[in-house]
């Protein structure tokens, strides 16, 4: 699965020409674009996630990129459906932000921002604690950073109910804790080489989600993109995306570390990469009592009779 990633994109994407990052960044810069913020933002993001004790970035040459499409009116950027990182092919697949039937974005500093974000996010999934058992030949993940699935089927956490405003579940507070960092690093580098938010509607849009400064009114707003529908589409996924993890893993982080967010949001971090919660579940049993961590988080039926595997 590693060494031929092609049959995941032929299923997923036939309709987009996909090369690894390294060339992506090379064309860019051959035809003219200052590629220099995306890897000044990569080296701040370096230096960051050594503190959490990830010592090795994504390789570029298992990045690939998505452009060049042959679908008429194909969107690309990080709320593309089906895109993300595969941990079993260990790739990441990433498309061009913007207009997709371009070899070379439409919106050069929209989609650095983008891609940015994209890479550091996916650099902590890369990066996160994994244990894989074999289960009749096949390997089953039953660790993801401080996430558990048993090989008998349970998850660790439930689904939160639709439309919840918090959550407990641990799959969410982990994908928040990694976009957060991701639009961290994307907004100080915005703002260190002078990238304002776009003019038009869905390019002010995704500027905002890329650095986190969405506002409760954006995600109130319906957009709808004349003469295209991906757009439009691409405007819902935003939003959704918002609502359904970055503000629940912000309500998470008030709601058990007032004041404290920050400090929890690190500790967080180093327990996804190291995949040991001893050192945060002490610290949470400190402000909330005995065994926060797995109330919080373990549904009651973890340990229930599962399937034979």
Same mark, same amino acid.
């Given at each position: ?19 690894? @990052? ?6 860019? /810069? /051959? ?6 913020? =995306? ?84 650099? @902590? ?88 400064? @969405? ?87 973890? =340990? ?6």
């Amino acid at each position: 699965m590693r060494a031929d990633v092609s049959p995941l994109i032929a299923k997923r994407h036939p309709d987009h020409v996909f090369r690894p @990052l390294s060339e992506m960044l090379s064309r860019w /810069a /051959a035809a003219g674009i200052d590629t220099t913020p =995306f890897h000044a933002g990569v080296e701040n993001a370096r230096r960051r996630y050594i503190g959490y004790g990830l010592t090795r970035m994504l390789p570029l040459d298992r990045v690939l990129v998505g452009c060049d499409s042959s679908r008429p009116g194909a969107f690309g950027g990080f709320h593309h459906p089906d895109q993300g990182y595969r941990h079993l092919q260990m790739v990441a697949v990433i498309t061009m932000y913007g207009a997709m039937e371009r070899r070379n974005p439409e919106h050069p500093a929209s989609a650095l921002l983008d891609l940015l974000r994209a890479y550091t996010h996916d650099c @902590l999934h890369y990066g996160s604690r994994r244990r894989y058992v074999d289960v009749a030949g096949v390997p089953v993940r039953t660790q993801y950073g401080i996430n558990y699935r048993r090989a008998t089927g349970q998850s660790y956490s439930a689904a939160d109910q639709r439309g919840t405003h918090h959550t407990r579940n641990i799959g969410i507070v982990m994908e928040g804790a990694c976009d957060k960092e991701a639009r961290t690093v994307t907004r100080r580098t915005a703002e260190h080489f002078g990238v304002t938010e776009p003019s038009d509607v869905l390019g002010a849009l995704a500027f905002r989600d890329a650095t986190g400064m @969405l506002t409760e009114e954006d995600t109130r707003r319906v957009v709808d993109v004349s003469g295209s529908e991906e757009q439009t589409r691409y405007a819902t996924a935003i939003n959704g995306y918002e609502k359904g993890v970055n503000r629940r893993y912000t309500h998470f982080l008030e709601e058990f570390a007032p004041g404290e967010e920050n400090e929890c949001h690190t500790r967080l971090l180093a327990a996804i990469i190291s995949g040991d919660v001893t050192a945060l579940g002490a610290w949470l049993d400190d402000r909330h009592g005995p065994g926060t961590f797995t109330g919080l988080f373990r549904t009651p039926g973890y =340990f229930e009779p599962g399937l034979t595997a």
